[in-house]
Each structure stands twice: as structure tokens, then as C-alpha cells.
């Protein structure tokens, strides 16, 4: 059974985040939800400061002010290892793109989302394995 992550999902459409978080809960995931990129940085750092680190976010890339390129890069600066994955209605470019480790466009199937954390959590427990 694979290990269970915290993770946190960041949109400003509260169906979307209840949606991922009734997807991912159900895989045994801990899943924390915030409705603007700001509250959602402060949501992460905050389980920093209390030892519970966030492995997973999941961030729309167009929220108000604080939209998830800005949300991705003070992720990867307080916690490079944290996987970042960019959710959006709208064409961002090709990857690699700063701070982010996969883009998925809306619609997409959860499928998609959950197989790719579960093949950052096994990438991640074989670096740990040869360490």
C-alpha cells in the first residue's frame, strides 16, 4: 500500500477543490484545500513550522493576485523536494517551466493526477532506498 502524502490543493473554484480533495482522500492522502494563492502559501508554511512538510501541491495557475507560478516559486524555495503540479484552463507554454513538475490541463482526468503522485512517491522512496 502506497504511503499516504500531506498535500495541499490551491484553487479559487471551490467545487474543483472539493472535487481533487474527495479524489485523493479516498487513495488515503491527508489533503488540505485554500481558495487563493496567498492563503495556500500560508497554509504551507505553516505545516512547515509544525513538522507536518507538505510533499504534494496542487495549484490553478490563475487565482487573483498570488496566481500559481508566484504559488510554485516560494514552494520550491522554502522546500525544493516539494512536487508541484500546475492545473490550468489555459495553454502555459512547454515544460520545463521554473518550479513546476508536471502541468495538466483542465478538463483532466484524475487518473492522470493520482498516477503521477504515486510515481513521485516511488521515485522518492528509491532515493531514499539508496541513501
Request: glycine residues 10%; proline residues 8%.
Amino acid at each position: 500500500m502506497p504511503v499516504p502524502f500531506r498535500i495541499l490543493v490551491i484553487d479559487d473554484e471551490p467545487g474543483f477543490c472539493t472535487l481533487v480533495t474527495r479524489v485523493l482522500t479516498r487513495d488515503g492522502d491527508s489533503v488540505a484545500s485554500a481558495s487563493t494563492g496567498g492563503d495556500g502559501i500560508a497554509m504551507f508554511h505553516g505545516a512547515l513550522a509544525r513538522g507536518e512538510p507538505v510533499q504534494v501541491v496542487v495549484t490553478d495557475l490563475t487565482m487573483g493576485p498570488v496566481n500559481g507560478m508566484a504559488v510554485a516559486a516560494e514552494v520550491k524555495a522554502a522546500a525544493p523536494g516539494t512536487f508541484v503540479v500546475l492545473v490550468t484552463g489555459t495553454t502555459v507554454g512547454s515544460p520545463p517551466i521554473p518550479n513546476i513538475d508536471l502541468i495538466l490541463q483542465k478538463p483532466f482526468r484524475f487518473d492522470e493526477l493520482r498516477r503521477a503522485i504515486r510515481k513521485f512517491a516511488s521515485r522518492r522512496s528509491e532515493a531514499v532506498r539508496r541513501s
